[in-house]
């Protein structure tokens, strides 16, 4: 089985603009969730995503957003970036909903530069 | 907030020597999760232990669980230089509802030197 495939890998935008990442996960897997990787907050939930309805979010403002299609595949989406978004964005999928606490399978990650 | 955090930061140690790391949480939890981190990767789930288990095993891994002392232990034996990474515990409990949701520490590097 394929593993999770993030796209792009690297990408830079400049501030205001916004970006568009997109994570395909393992074949079967029904939830999706997205987490920013920063060396000063660590590792920081974002929200997860199971039959294309968002099941959990983290503590991120508005411009912060996601969504799953019907093939489970999902998108994130950051508008008007600043600065501070600069960062690895993993996403990680699971088989099943999340609600047990399940492991993680997670993809390389999409580093965002905001110049 | 339940984030776990580990201790140490950083850990330097010898090929063959044993490395431990610790991590602290502060909510009860459904279940408590290791991963490894190659630099600049996605994260590697190494093992799951439940609240009601005190012990684990997987391979070179040995995980420990005391959540009267709300603690996890993740120590790993004979370490090679392949083991030099960052590892991250991540704990899972209720987030509103029925739903739950992992929450991660900030990590130990560990360093093995050949």
């Known amino acids: 089985k394929a593993g999770v495939t993030q796209t792009p890998r690297y990408l830079i935008k400049t501030r205001g603009q916004q970006v568009t990442l997109s994570c395909s996960p393992i074949s079967g897997h029904r939830s999706v969730s997205w987490y920013q990787q920063t060396p000063g907050q660590g590792l920081q939930f974002l929200f997860e995503y199971f039959s294309e309805t968002q099941r959990n979010k983290g503590n991120f403002p508005g411009r912060f957003s996601g969504r799953q299609f019907s093939n489970s595949r999902s998108e994130m989406n950051v508008s008007t970036l600043e600065l501070g978004d600069s960062a690895l964005y993993l996403c990680?999928?699971?088989?099943?909903?999340?609600?047990?606490?399940?492991?993680?399978?997670f993809g390389s990650g999409t580093q965002l530069s905001v110049l | 907030s339940q984030q776990g955090e580990e201790d140490p930061q950083a850990l330097s140690i010898q090929e063959g020597e044993n490395a431990t790391m610790n991590c602290s949480y502060k909510?009860?939890?459904?279940?408590l999760q290791w991963y490894r981190q190659n630099s600049g990767r996605g994260l590697v789930h190494l093992i799951l232990i439940r609240s009601n288990e005190r012990e684990k095993h997987s391979g070179r891994l040995r995980v420990t669980l005391d959540t009267s002392k709300k603690s996890s232990s993740l120590l790993i034996t004979a370490s090679r230089a392949a083991d030099t990474a960052s590892y991250f515990c991540a704990t899972v409990g209720l987030s509103g509802g029925s739903n739950y949701k992992l929450t991660f520490g900030k990590g130990t590097l560990l360093t093995v030197n050949p």
């Open positions: 909510t009860s939890i459904n279940n």
């Open positions: 990680a999928s699971s088989p099943n909903t999340g609600t047990s606490g399940e492991k993680l399978f």
